[in-house]
């Protein structure tokens, strides 16, 4: 099992460019979060899905958008990067709903725009 | 949503027992407690999960109050190893899945 993999791991762009972040699981999990950690803070909620077909807002939606493509598989799209979203994406996921499954990480996708 | 609170940092030595509190005055009757450890560059890692009284693993304890609204965390005999950011999270009583981790822990472990 790979558990949570996420791609790319770096990534530059620039302000105004667009681009969109993989995330996958391999262990029939069925909800899938994003969440992004700037420098010497903690995690901050992006959007989460608690199932396949549906998305909702975290703490901090705005400037992104996500789909959830199927059970296997969230992304997470930037349309039109600031340099306020330079930071680093972690996608994780768990086997139900709220906290009583825990969740699990992948190794994130650091993202700087210029 | 359930809000926590830690202290920011934390300092040991090699060797000696850590205990880190977190509160959650306002967490639901359903919900669990999960920490979670989180080593520079790496997404967080699992640690141990409780929903009352007293829970052990081969890495951690968790110690649970009747009343639920704090927890703590227990490191035996830590190691250089340790030095991490440990967060406690609580959920929203399961209504859904908006989980929103706190500040988090930085355990500074010294030789």
């Known amino acids: 099992n790979a558990g949570v993999t996420q791609t790319p791991k770096f990534q530059v762009l620039k302000t105004g460019q667009s681009m969109t972040l993989q995330c996958a699981q391999d262990?029939?999990?069925?909800?899938m979060y994003w969440y992004r950690q700037d420098p010497g803070m903690g995690l901050r909620l992006i959007y989460y899905?608690?199932?396949?077909?549906?998305?909702d807002k975290g703490e901090v939606p705005n400037g992104y958008n996500v789909s959830r493509l199927n059970k296997r598989e969230f992304s997470l799209r930037l349309e039109s990067a600031a340099p306020s979203q330079t930071s680093v994406y972690f996608c994780?996921?768990?086997?139900?709903?709220?906290?009583?499954?825990?969740?699990?990480f992948g190794n994130g996708t650091r993202l700087t725009v210029t | 949503l359930a809000k926590t609170t830690q202290p920011i940092s934390m300092d040991s030595y090699e060797g000696q027992e850590v205990n880190i509190t977190c509160s959650h005055n306002?967490?639901?009757?359903?919900?669990?407690i999960t920490w979670y450890q989180q080593f520079p560059s790496q997404g967080p890692r699992f640690i141990i999960q409780?929903?009352?009284t007293k829970v052990t693993n081969e890495v951690a304890s968790l110690f649970i109050p009747a009343d639920r609204k704090s927890s703590t965390l227990s490191l035996p005999r830590v190691s250089l190893s340790d030095t991490a950011v440990y967060y406690c999270?609580?959920?929203?009583?399961?209504?859904?899945?908006?989980?929103?981790f706190g500040t988090g822990t930085l355990l500074a472990v010294q030789p």
């Open positions: 994780a996921s768990s086997r139900g709903i709220g906290n009583n499954s825990p969740l699990h």
């Open positions: 262990m029939n999990h069925n909800s």
């Open positions: 899905s608690a199932s396949e077909g549906t998305t």
């Open positions: 306002n967490i639901a009757t359903n919900d669990y």
């Open positions: 409780g929903y009352k």
């Open positions: 999270l609580v959920g929203d009583g399961g209504a859904t899945n908006k989980l929103i």
